[in-house]
């Protein structure tokens, strides 16, 4: 009778788990479903108002790469003495400076962009301090001459990061 009453228990339990186990991966899948058409739904109306935002992001993170471009630095930011120590301080000074008034952009760009535009940076901070460091440069003026020199051999980190942002621009549209 034990076994009789099981089999019997079991012919009921059975297609009750299938079926609530159908019903659970039906509902789950409409709910994940509707989640996804309501993000997209929000990105689809918010779209039109974050671009502008975005778009200028990339132009103040350019204006930036631009700004802290070597060339440009050396030729804008004059020595106040002839100390070569003053002068490189005072030059990454600028452009941490500088950095620091465009840090809320990376809300706006994309997380690899903002890494690029960080190790554009730190490759000019890092360029000016080993100029710095050569035992030829005396004064500051023979370190704007070596920083200078130094990129008419290779191209500045600024300028691959300003590709980078516009190859992602160009993404956008």
């Known amino acids: ?5 099981f089999i019997e228990l079991l012919s009921y339990t ?16 409409h709910f994940k479903d509707q989640q996804n058409t309501r993000r997209w739904l929000l990105q689809k109306e918010t779209k039109p108002a974050v671009l502008p935002l975005r778009l200028q992001a990339y132009e103040r993170m350019t204006l930036f790469m631009e700004r802290i471009n070597p060339s440009q630095l050396l ?8 100390d070569k120590m003053e002068y490189q301080n005072y030059i990454i000074a600028q452009i941490e400076q500088e950095f ?3 840090l809320a952009q990376q809300i ?8 690029i535009i960080l190790t554009a940076k730190n490759a000019t901070i890092q360029i000016i301090r080993m100029a710095a460091q050569n035992e ?13 020199n130094d990129l ?3 191209m500045a980190p600024s300028n691959t990061a300003i590709a980078f942002i516009k190859d992602e ?3 956008l549209w």
């Open 100 to 102: 620091e008034h465009n």
């Open 14 to 29: 059975i297609p009750s788990l299938i079926t609530g186990g159908v019903a659970y991966y039906l509902f789950d899948a």
């Open 152 to 154: 008419f051999e290779k």
């Open 136 to 148: 030829k440069v005396t004064d500051a003026d023979s370190l704007r001459e070596c920083v200078l």
């Open 75 to 82: 030729v804008r930011i004059h020595p106040i003495s002839n």
């Open 1 to 5: 009778m034990n076994t009789s009453h």
């Open 169 to 171: 621009v160009s993404e």
């Open 108 to 115: 706006y760009i994309s997380a690899k962009c903002w890494s």
